[in-house]
C-alpha cells in the first residue's frame, strides 16, 4: 500500500490508522508522520521536525524530498563501495608480491587499520593520492620496496625483520584494539634504511645475552676477532631472525681461512693473535649484515674483503706470511707502531725463518772459514762469528786456540796484573785457573717432581723478576708499567681486582695471565727509552722469556737421560764454552734465536724492517740481553765457571769472581748458580745446587781464598742456601780491564757492598 494513496484517501496523513501506516512503512511519531526506523528523531520538537530538510513546514514527512535523498545515499553508497573497491585494489596489488614476507598478524593488523583510516577519512570520493596517502598503503610500498629487491631474501627472514620494523614504526598510533592511529606523512621518507633500523633498535649489541656469545665462540672463535662483523651478523640472525643455530652468515669465510691460517702454522707464540689481526672486521670497511645497501645475494654470500685478499694472493705468490703482511697497505705498520710492537716484530722475524730459512743461511765469511771444519755444531759456529764480529779480542782469541797458543790468555797485560795481584792476596792461581778435580754423584733412589713442584720453581723465577722490574732501578715508569699489564689483563677479559693489584700480580697462579705479564714486562723492558739500568733490564727480560718458555712449553717432567751427575771448573776454551750461558739457562747467554731486533727508531723503520726479512741482513748486532759480555768472562783470568752435568748435558753453571774485600783479604765470589730449564725439572734440583755449594767451598779452600761468598741476588735459586752476613763491608772483584761486564750484585766496575752478599 502507497503511503500517497492512503494520504489521498484519509484527507490528511495523521488522520490515516496505524495499522495502514505500518503497512506502508511509516508511523506516527508525537503527531509527525516519518517512515519506520526514523527514531534517532524522537527527541526532536515540532519546531526542528519542521526545520529539518525531510519534512515539510508543518513537521510533516516531504516524501518528495525524501525520495532524492535515499537516491543521493544510494550514490554515495556506489561511491563508498567503489572507494573500497579501489582501496582493496591497491593493497591486494601491494601485498601479492610480498605476500609471504607479511605475516597473518600484520595482515589483520593491516585490514583493521585500513578500515579505521577509510572511516575516519573518507571524503566522498577516493582518488588515488588519497589512497597511497593511507598509511598502511605508504607500508605496504615500502615493503616492497625492500623485499623486491631481494629475490632471495628467505621467507622467515623477510617476514620476522619486516614485522620488527612495523611494530617500532607504528609505535604510538598502534594499538587501540588492533587499529593503527596515526602516521607522519614522510615517515617512511628514507624506507629501506628505516625498515633495517628499526630492527637494529630492537636490541642492543651492548646487551646481547651471554648464552649468543658464548656459542658464537664456541662455534666460530673469539668475538674480539669479528666484533663488528660476523659477531653482528650472528646476533642478528639469533636476535632479530630467531634462528637457533645460523648456519652461514657474512664473513662465515674469513673464520674458514683464519682456521687454516693457524692450523699451517701451529707452534708460533701469539699466532692466533695474529691471525684475528689479519682476518678481523677491522679490515673490511666496516661491512656487516645490517647492511642492506647492496643485493642480498652479495650481501650473503661468503665475503673476503680486498685487504685479506691481497694477502691471500701473497701467500699464493710464495712471499709468505710475513712481507705479504708488511707489503699489504691495509695492514702496513708506521714507523713508530713497528718499533713499538717488539711482539709483532719478533713473531714476523720467526714466521719467515721457518718459511724462508735459506734467507738467514749466511754463508761464512772467509775469514772464519776455518770454523767449519772446527766447529760441527751450526749453532755454536753462529755465536762464534756473531761474538767475533763485534769483538775483535773475541777473534784475536779464536786463531789462538786455532794455533795451539795456549799462553794467549796468560799473556794479555790485564792477565798479567790480575796474576799478580792474586798471588800478593795469596791466591793459589794454579789451582783457582785450572780447577780441581771433578766431583761425581749419583742418585740412586728413583726419586721424582711433580709438575706442580716445577712449576713451583718456575713462579718463583717469574716473582723475582717482577720484583727487580718493580723495583724503580731498572726501568723508567715502574708504576706505568703496571697500569700497562693490568689494562692488558682486562681487555683479556681476565678479572683483576681493584685493589693492591701488584699484590694480584705477584701472586698470580693462572697460566693465560702469567704469559700475558711476562709479554708486557719483557717488551717494555727491551726498549731502550725504558731503561735505566741495562744489564739488570736484560737480564729480567731473560727470567721472563724462561718462564714464558715454560709456561707455553711441555709441562711434563722430562725422561731421566742420565742419573750420573758431575761438577767440575771450566777450561773457558773459547769454542767448547761460548754456550756455556744457554746450556746453563744464564742470561750472559747468547739467545739470538729467540731475540728481535729493535730498531733505533727514526724515518724508514718499515723499509729496513721489510729489507731484513728479505735479505735477513741486519743492520745491527744480533746479539741482546748480557750475551755480549761473553768474550770478556772467557778471556778475563779473574771470571771462573763451574759446570754442572747430568750425563753428557750440561744443565747448569756457577758464575765466579776473584776478588778482595777493603782488608786486603781474598774473597771468592759466587755471583750465582744458574740452572737451565732442564735442571729445574730435575728431581734432584736441590740436592745438585748442595752438591754444588760443597764443589765451590772446596774449589775455593784449595784455591786458598780467605772468604767465599755468595750473591742473596733473589735470581740466585741457591741464595737459601748461603749462611750469615761477612764482618766486612764492602768487596771487589779483581780487575785490571777498563771493560764493563755483568754481575747481579757488583756493578758494572765490579764493586759492590756485602749486604748483597751472604757467606758460603
Given at each position: ?6 494520504i ?13 501506516l ?39 514527512w ?13 550514490e ?32 589483520k ?15 566522498g570520493k ?35 625483520i ?84 645460523p648456519?652461514e ?26 691471525a ?8 673490511c ?31 699464493a ?16 705498520p ?23 730459512p ?10 772464519y772459514?776455518y ?125 683483576v ?27 717494555y723492558?727491551?726498549k ?104 770478556f ?31 786486603d ?57 748461603a ?8 768487596v ?29
Amino acid at each position: 500500500m502507497d503511503i500517497n494513496d492512503l494520504i489521498e484517501e484519509y484527507g490528511e496523513a495523521k488522520e490515516i490508522p496505524d495499522y495502514l501506516l505500518e503497512r506502508a512503512g511509516y508511523e506516527n511519531v508525537n503527531g509527525v508522520i516519518m517512515p519506520l526506523g526514523e527514531s534517532a528523531h524522537d527527541d526532536y520538537s515540532g519546531d526542528e521536525m519542521r526545520n529539518h530538510e525531510l519534512y515539510d513546514e508543518d513537521g510533516n514527512w516531504d516524501f518528495e524530498n525524501a525520495e532524492r535523498e535515499r537516491e543521493a545515499d544510494r550514490e554515495m553508497k556506489k561511491l563508498k563501495q567503489e572507494a573500497k573497491d579501489r582501496l582493496k585494489e591497491e593493497y591486494q596489488k601491494l601485498l601479492k608480491p610480498v605476500k609471504k614476507f607479511v605475516s597473518n598478524d600484520l595482515k589483520k593488523e593491516l585490514n583493521e587499520g585500513l578500515k579505521k583510516w577509510f572511516k575516519d577519512t573518507f571524503p566522498g570520493k577516493l582518488d588515488d593520492l588519497a589512497v597511497i596517502d593511507a598509511p598502511q598503503i605508504r607500508f605496504l610500498h615500502s615493503v616492497n620496496d625492500f623485499a623486491q629487491g631481494r629475490p632471495e631474501l628467505p621467507r622467515e627472514w623477510g617476514i620476522k625483520i619486516i614485522d620488527r620494523a612495523a611494530k617500532s614504526y607504528f609505535t604510538g598510533w598502534y594499538y587501540e584494539n588492533g587499529v593503527y592511529k596515526s602516521l607522519s606523512d614522510d615517515y617512511f621518507a628514507d624506507q629501506e634504511e628505516q625498515f633495517l633500523q628499526a630492527a637494529r633498535e630492537d636490541f642492543n649489541f651492548n646487551e646481547i645475552p651471554e648464552n649468543i656469545t658464548r656459542d658464537f665462540e664456541k662455534k666460530y672463535g673469539p668475538r674480539s676477532f669479528s666484533s663488528q662483523g660476523p659477531f653482528m651478523s650472528y646476533v642478528f640472525r639469533r636476535i632479530v631472525i630467531g634462528e637457533k643455530d645460523p648456519a652461514e652468515f657474512w664473513g662465515r669465510e674469513l673464520f674458514d681461512l683464519r682456521e687454516k691460517f693457524i692450523e699451517r702454522y701451529n707452534g708460533f707464540e701469539d699466532l692466533e693473535n695474529l691471525a684475528d689481526f689479519i682476518y678481523s672486521e677491522g679490515h673490511c670497511q666496516g661491512e656487516s649484515v645490517l647492511n642492506y645497501n647492496d643485493n642480498l645475494k652479495e650481501d650473503l654470500k661468503d665475503h673476503v674483503p680486498k685487504a685479506v685478499e691481497e694477502f691471500e694472493e701473497g701467500l699464493a705468490s710464495g712471499e709468505g706470511i710475513a712481507l705479504s703482511l708488511i707489503a699489504n697497505e691495509a695492514y702496513l705498520p708506521d714507523d713508530y707502531s713497528l718499533y713499538n710492537d717488539n711482539n709483532l716484530r719478533n713473531l714476523l722475524e720467526k714466521i719467515q725463518r721457518y718459511e724462508r730459512p735459506e734467507i738467514f743461511e749466511r754463508k761464512i765469511p772467509d775469514k772464519y772459514s776455518y770454523l767449519e771444519e772446527l766447529v760441527g755444531s751450526k749453532s755454536k759456529r753462529k755465536k762464534l762469528i756473531m761474538l767475533a764480529d763485534i769483538d775483535s779480542g773475541f777473534e784475536e782469541h779464536l786463531k789462538a786456540k786455532i794455533n795451539r797458543d795456549r799462553e794467549y790468555v796468560a799473556r794479555l797485560p790485564e792477565n798479567e796484573k790480575i796474576t799478580e795481584e792474586l798471588e800478593e792476596l795469596g791466591v793459589d792461581c794454579d789451582r783457582f785457573y785450572n780447577g780441581i778435580p771433578v766431583r761425581e754423584f749419583v742418585f740412586e733412589d728413583g726419586a721424582s717432581v711433580s709438575p706442580a713442584e716445577i712449576k713451583e720453581r718456575f713462579l718463583a723465577e717469574y716473582r723475582s723478576s717482577l720484583e727487580h722490574i718493580f723495583d724503580g732501578e731498572v726501568v723508567h715508569g715502574a708504576e706505568r708499567l703496571e697500569k700497562k699489564i693490568i689494562d692488558t689483563l682486562k681487555k683479556k677479559e681476565i678479572e683483576v681486582p681493584d685493589k693492591e693489584q701488584r699484590k694480584y700480580l705477584f701472586e698470580l697462579q693462572d697460566e693465560d695471565s702469567l704469559k700475558r705479564v711476562c709479554n708486557v714486562c719483557s717488551e717494555y723492558a727491551s726498549k731502550p727509552q725504558n731503561v735505566k739500568d741495562s744489564q739488570r733490564a736484560n737480564a729480567s727480560v731473560h727470567h721472563f722469556r724462561s718462564v714464558n718458555r715454560f709456561l707455553r712449553g711441555d709441562k711434563e717432567v722430562d725422561e731421566k737421560t742420565s742419573n750420573k751427575y758431575s761438577i767440575k771448573v771450566s777450561s773457558k776454551d773459547p769454542i767448547d764454552d761460548v754456550d756455556i750461558g744457554n746450556d746453563g739457562g744464564c742470561c750472559i747467554g747468547i739467545y739470538e734465536d729467540e731475540q728481535t731486533e729493535i730498531f733505533e727508531y727514526e724515518k724508514g723503520c718499515v723499509d729496513r724492517f721489510e729489507k731484513f726479512l728479505r735479505e735477513g741482513v741486519r743492520e745491527v748486532p744480533e746479539i741482546t740481553e748480557n750475551g755480549i759480555y761473553m768474550p770478556f768472562y772467557l778471556k778475563d783470568r779473574a771470571t771462573q765457571f763451574a759446570e754442572i752435568y747430568r750425563g753428557n748435558d750440561r744443565i747448569g753453571m756457577a758464575l765466579m769472581f776473584a776478588g778482595k774485600n777493603e782488608r786486603d783479604e781474598s774473597v771468592l765470589l759466587v755471583n750465582s748458580i744458574e740452572a737451565s730449564d732442564k735442571l729445574k725439572r730435575d728431581s734432584h734440583y736441590g740436592e745438585v745446587l748442595l752438591e754444588t755449594i760443597s764443589f765451590i767451598r772446596d774449589y775455593a779452600e784449595q784455591s786458598n781464598f780467605q772468604h767465599c761468598l755468595m750473591s742473596d741476588h733473589s735470581y740466585n735459586p741457591a741464595r737459601d742456601h748461603a749462611g750469615g752476613s761477612p764482618d766486612f763491608t764492602s768487596v771487589q772483584k779483581i780487575h785490571s780491564s777498563r771493560e764493563e761486564f755483568y754481575s747481579d750484585a757488583l756493578n758494572e766496575k765490579g764493586k759492590g757492598n756485602t749486604v748483597s752478599w751472604k757467606r758460603l
